[in-house]
Each structure stands twice: as structure tokens, then as C-alpha cells.
């Protein structure tokens, strides 16, 4: 008895641990299925197209006038009559008389210098008729014989004649000096400042006022070498002094009351020399007749002296050149590509001109290669993506948020249906802004869910049109990207 139950003890010990095997094994639940990741990206591409490109340059600086001078008289004497024009601020024609000197004095010089004039005219005519006379007496009682010039009276007859003119002449200056007792306007302009009244004594020498010309108005304005470069404005040399009449174009534009009003000018000189604090070059914009009111902007004010205004000057015109969103440019130097394989691939580019939103590239890349439009953080070269074509509509590239592989591995197949970027992901955000009071028409809505379920790419493009097209029909601002529906007007 004792040996058969040290047989069967063991026996059963391992029957029974083989029966709890079985049951854990057949009664355990089943394993939560891992979801199958694609690690490859889905991007935005844009094929490089050549286009144009018109170069505006920025600048800015301070109005001043054309012509500026300071009213100073050529007499003496008190101010007994002012213009009601003759006032800060106030504007005047080319001859209107400002301001009139005490005449008295100098018409009194007019009567002396006049009576001194009749008295010179007599004695040159008594001179005159004594040397005929003397003549005609030589020659009666010497007859073929040459006469001295003291026996003609030539030296008495011209000294009748300096006097004679000298007498003119005093006229001539008392005339001048009475007419300079009236100041006229040398040009249609301004008074920038008085600084005499009626009743001041003035002499020659003191300022009496200092006035600008009106017919243009000038803008100094500063501009790097990189941007003179790009200005549409010939070289000039010694010997030559050309002007500009039709120079660049530019355009100034200025706040008043919290308004913003713009004039347009051209560019009609550039200065000769750099600037040695700064480096820059000055050209001078020129504005004709600005304080005249223009009949297409009547509510727009006058371009005043002093104003401060930003420029936009027309340059040069790039031909053949790639225009790509400043945000996509890497580390200032890269751009992200994808090749035929659809692997991301990094390429230096030669920049021809950039601004705060765009940069234009001449060198580097090639029409019809394709550009990354998708910011893909800590993109490595060679990593597989799946690239879409852009919707011509979006006018902004798709942003996304993806980790890169730490090393580039085999691009595994692409996962129908694409990601959580890109129109997809745009047309629900715009079905979320349709107001609820205007749905979407109800065919429109279902081919857009026929489309998203497909996902024909080919197929949205069209249907963004209509529903655009609807937008518009029920006065309603397309949203784009990340806006909602707003009223227009």
C-alpha cells in the first residue's frame, strides 16, 4: 500500500498541474491588438514653376519742399502795408506783392536823379552843338587841313556824354530801389515763418521771412546696396547730368487721423555720396503739386513739409525666378525638396531677394522639382513621406507635427486614406464653420462625404469650388484656414 501510493502521489501531482496548464492556457482572454502606425508622413508638395517677379523696395523719410528761400530786402526803410497772405501758413502766387517798404524817400531820389537827367541832357546838347559849330568854322578858315580834337571839342562832347549817362544810370538805380520797396513773391509757394510786421524798420540784410515752393515736394530716402541694386536707375558719370523724368515709380503713404492716405511720385535723383554713419545711398522721391486737391481724392489732404511717410518704390523685375514662402526656408540656406521617390531631400538655394513673407530663389532648384510645403520637425535626408499635390485653393501649406525615425528605414506601404493633415482635415474645418441657420445643400454634403470616403484627392478640388461658389452666394466669407463664416461688408 505504501509503495502504490508513492506511484501514484507523482502521478497525480503531475496529471493535475497539466489539467491548471490546460485551463489558464484555454481560459485566458485574448490580446489587445496593437494599432498599425505609419511611420511615413503624409506632406503637401507644390511642383516649381519660373514666374516673374516685380521687386519692391521699402523705405521711408521726412517731406520737405523743392525750393526753400529766405526773404531778406535789398532797402531800408519802415513797413507801412503787409499782404493778408503775408501769414504763416498761408499760401501765395508767383509776383504777388508780400510786403511794402515806406516808399517816400526813394521817390523823392527818383525826382532828384530825373532833374539831375534833364539838366545832363541840356549840356550834352549845348556840346554838341559847339563842337558842330567849330568844326564847320575849321573848316571854313583851313580848308584841307586835319584839326586837333581840343580845337573839335571832342574831349568837352564826351565828357557831356559820360555825365549824361551817368545821370541815366542814378535814375535807372532810383527806379530800381522804389520797385524794391515792394517785396514780391519769387514763386507760387508757402510762408513757413514771419518775422517782421507794419511799422518795423528793416534794412538791408535782415531775414524777413522764410517761404517754400509748392510745385513739388521731396522725400530723402535710404536704401541699402542691396536694394539700390535692384532700383531701375542708370549710373552717372562726369560730364553727364541727365534727368529723370520718368524714373522708378514709387508710392508714399501716410497716417492722418488714424487714416491712411497714399501719394504717387517718382524717383528723379539719387545723391552722390554714401552715407558714412549709416552706409546707405539717398534717392530722392519728387511729388508734383502736392498740396493741390485731386479731383479722383477729394477727401485726401494736402502732402505736407515735415510729414513723415514709408515709400514703396517700384524696382527691378526678376524674370524666371521661383517665389516661395519665407517660413518654409531652413537654417536661411535649405529648402525641403521631395524627390521622384518620394524621399525628403535637403537642397541649398541661391536667395535673389527675400521679404518678411516670401523669398525669391535663382539658383538651386529647377523647375518642376517638388517643394515640401508641410513643416516637418527635425526632417533627415532620405526620410520617406507621402506626398499630395497642393489644392490650388489653400493658399497656405499644411503644418503638422511629426517625430522623425532616428534612422531612415524602407518606406512601408501608404495607408489608404491618408492622416490628420491636409484637405481633408480642411473640409471638416469648413463644414464646422457652415452656419446653422444656411446648411450645406444636401447633394453638395453628400458627394463631400463620398469624396472623403474615397479619398480621391481629384475629386475635392472641384467640389471646394462649389462650395466656395455657395459661400459667396449666401454673402458669406470663405473661412480658410482656421477662420470661420463672416458676413461680408
Known amino acids: 500500500m505504501k509503495r502504490l501510493l508513492q506511484i501514484l502521489i507523482p502521478i497525480l501531482a503531475v496529471v493535475l498541474g497539466g489539467g491548471l496548464m490546460f485551463f489558464f492556457i484555454y481560459t485566458a482572454p485574448e490580446p ?64 504777388d506783392v508780400l510786403l511794402e517798404i515806406d516808399p517816400s524817400d526813394y521817390n523823392t531820389e527818383l525826382v532828384v536823379a530825373e532833374a539831375n537827367l534833364a539838366q545832363a541832357q541840356l549840356r550834352f546838347a549845348e556840346e554838341k552843338e559847339r563842337a558842330d559849330q567849330a568844326k564847320l568854322d575849321w573848316d571854313r578858315l583851313n580848308p584841307g587841313q586835319q584839326a586837333g580834337s581840343l580845337t573839335l571839342r571832342e574831349p568837352q562832347l564826351k565828357q557831356a556824354e559820360a555825365n549824361l549817362a551817368s545821370a541815366q544810370a542814378r535814375v535807372n538805380a532810383a527806379n530800381r530801389n522804389l520797385e524794391r520797396t515792394q517785396i514780391k513773391a519769387p514763386y507760387a509757394g508757402r510762408i513757413l515763418s514771419k518775422n517782421v510786421d507794419v511799422g518795423q524798420y528793416v534794412s538791408p540784410g535782415n531775414q524777413l521771412a522764410r517761404v517754400y515752393a509748392v510745385d513739388f515736394a521731396e522725400v530723402r530716402l535710404p536704401l541699402t546696396a542691396t536694394q539700390f541694386a535692384y532700383l531701375d536707375l542708370p549710373s552717372v558719370y562726369r560730364g553727364e547730368n541727365p534727368t529723370f523724368r520718368e524714373g522708378p515709380l ?11 492716405y497714399s501719394w504717387r511720385g517718382r524717383i528723379v535723383r539719387a545723391e552722390g555720396s554714401v552715407d558714412t554713419r549709416s552706409r546707405q545711398i539717398f534717392v530722392v522721391a519728387q511729388v508734383r503739386n502736392p498740396y493741390g486737391r485731386d479731383p479722383n481724392f477729394p477727401d485726401r489732404p494736402p502732402l505736407k513739409v515735415g510729414a513723415y511717410v514709408e515709400a514703396e518704390i517700384q524696382g527691378k523685375t526678376l524674370e524666371g525666378v521661383f517665389v516661395v514662402p519665407r517660413k518654409l526656408l531652413r537654417e536661411n540656406d535649405f529648402l525641403l525638396m521631395v524627390d521622384n521617390e518620394n524621399y525628403l531631400e535637403r537642397k541649398s538655394v541661391q536667395l535673389a531677394w527675400q521679404t518678411d513673407d516670401v523669398i525669391v530663389v535663382n539658383g538651386g532648384v529647377s523647375a518642376g522639382e517638388r517643394l515640401c510645403l508641410t513643416e516637418v520637425p527635425f526632417a533627415l535626408e532620405g526620410w520617406p ?66 469624396a472623403l470616403e ?32 463672416r458676413p461680408r461688408g
Not at 503624409?42 to 523719410?61: K, N
Not at 514709387?250 to 491712411?260: F, K, P, Y
Not at 493633415?421 to 463620398?450: C, H, N, W, Y
Not at 467640389?463 to 470661420?484: K, Q, Y
Open 250 to 260: 514709387v508710392t508714399l503713404s501716410s497716417q492722418v487721423a488714424g487714416q491712411s
Open 454 to 485: 474615397s479619398g480621391d484627392r481629384t475629386a475635392i478640388r472641384p467640389l471646394m469650388g462649389e462650395v466656395r461658389a455657395w459661400f459667396d452666394e449666401n454673402g458669406l466669407e470663405f473661412p480658410g484656414r482656421g477662420g470661420g463664416p
Open 385 to 450: 513621406v507621402n506626398p499630395s499635390d497642393e489644392v490650388p485653393m489653400l493658399a497656405e501649406a499644411d503644418t503638422q507635427s511629426t517625430s522623425a525615425p532616428e534612422t531612415p528605414r524602407a518606406r512601408p506601404p501608404r495607408a489608404a486614406g491618408g492622416g490628420g493633415s491636409g484637405p481633408g482635415a480642411f473640409i471638416a474645418r469648413i463644414l464646422e464653420a457652415v452656419p446653422e441657420d444656411k446648411p450645406l445643400p444636401s447633394e453638395l454634403k453628400t458627394k463631400i462625404d463620398e
Open 32 to 95: 489587445r491588438q496593437r494599432p498599425n502606425f505609419s511611420n511615413t508622413p503624409d506632406v503637401v508638395v507644390r511642383s516649381l514653376e519660373p514666374e516673374s517677379y516685380a521687386v519692391m523696395l521699402d523705405s521711408q523719410g521726412t517731406v520737405q519742399a523743392r525750393t526753400t528761400s529766405t526773404l531778406i530786402p535789398e532797402v531800408r526803410g519802415r513797413i507801412n502795408r503787409i499782404s493778408p497772405n503775408f501769414r504763416e501758413g498761408a499760401f501765395f502766387e508767383e509776383g
